[in-house]
């Protein structure tokens, strides 16, 4: 795997995976319950925006630097709280330019009855992420193939959480597995939130999965997309998704107010479109 995050920490597509989780942990710590969260694909944990990677491609500057520097109206600016308020708390112990991937945020964000599973299975990722969170005794780092861990830890013991399936899309046939690995989700963990992440680069290809993920029949499956180009190339990130599975009840509008907001400050020349949907029927 030659794949590194650190080239794309805190880029558009990062902020709205990110946002999105966030509001998710934030419903479920309204329930006094232990919940989990698995990350099967979780990287290094935690990123140096002003390290060589980051700023090689600049794709941070387009994305958590623009969110964070607006004048945001109340209600998206209260939405985003927990996300935004995660990364200036970072920066202001770790510093200025510190950003937390899903480890880091999900650790923020718990409490200390919640637990937390990452994998990961680059050798080198997988070291700077026990750096990042393993100190935490709330935070279990395993070297797993993150497809693997979804049927091997799962239904976890508080049967309530988040599953992140987050691949890095270097291989053929990500889509197929991702679609595989819901309907193993579902009917291990039905009383958990499943979010599947995927770049919207093809769009024959994402329409291809949106239908297969269809076909699965599984209720309560919400897609949540945005565009940050309007030209689409094989080459070249346009767009990033989220499929949901079980996501709470006030998902669906939440995130469409605060990508609404957003993503005219991420999208390239201003451009961009916003889809919140439901593919099988919802609350």
């Known amino acids: 795997m030659n794949y590194r995050h650190a080239f794309h920490a805190g880029n558009p597509a990062d902020v709205m995976k990110h946002a999105t989780l966030a509001r998710v942990l934030t419903y479920l710590v309204k329930k006094d319950n232990a919940y989990r969260v698995i990350d099967t694909h979780a990287g290094a944990g935690l ?16 994305g958590i630097e623009r969110v964070l520097a607006a004048d945001l109206p109340e209600p998206v600016a209260q939405l985003l709280e927990p996300y935004l308020g995660a990364v200036r708390t970072l920066r202001e112990t770790a510093g200025p330019r510190r950003y937390p991937g899903s480890p880091a945020l999900a650790l923020a964000l718990g409490r200390p009855q919640d637990r937390f599973l990452f994998c990961e299975l680059h050798g080198e990722e997988r070291q700077k992420l026990e750096k990042a969170v393993g100190h935490d005794a709330r935070a279990k780092v395993l070297s797993q ?22 691949p890095p899309f270097e291989e053929a046939g990500e889509f197929g597995r991702l ?23 093809d769009l024959m290809t994402v329409d291809a999965f949106r239908r297969d993920v269809a076909r699965l029949g599984l209720p309560k499956t919400l897609r949540v997309e945005i565009d940050f180009a309007e030209v689409r190339s094989q ?29 005219p400050l991420m999208a390239r020349d201003g451009k961009g479109r916003v889809r919140v949907s439901w593919l099988t029927q919802g609350a």
């Open 47 to 62: 990123y140096d925006l002003a390290g060589t990677s980051a700023m090689k491609t600049g794709e941070a500057e387009a």
């Open 179 to 201: 679609t595989a690995a819901l309907e193993t989700a579902a009917q291990r963990f039905a009383t958990g939130v499943v979010m599947l992440w995927y770049p919207i680069k």
């Open 145 to 166: 193939d993150g497809w693997k861990a979804v049927a091997a830890h799962l239904p976890p013991r508080e049967r309530r959480g988040v599953l992140l399936i987050d």
């Open 235 to 263: 080459s070249q990130l346009s767009g990033s998704g989220l499929i949901i599975l079980n996501p709470p009840f006030t998902l669906a509008e939440e995130m469409r107010t605060i990508l609404t907001a957003i993503n």
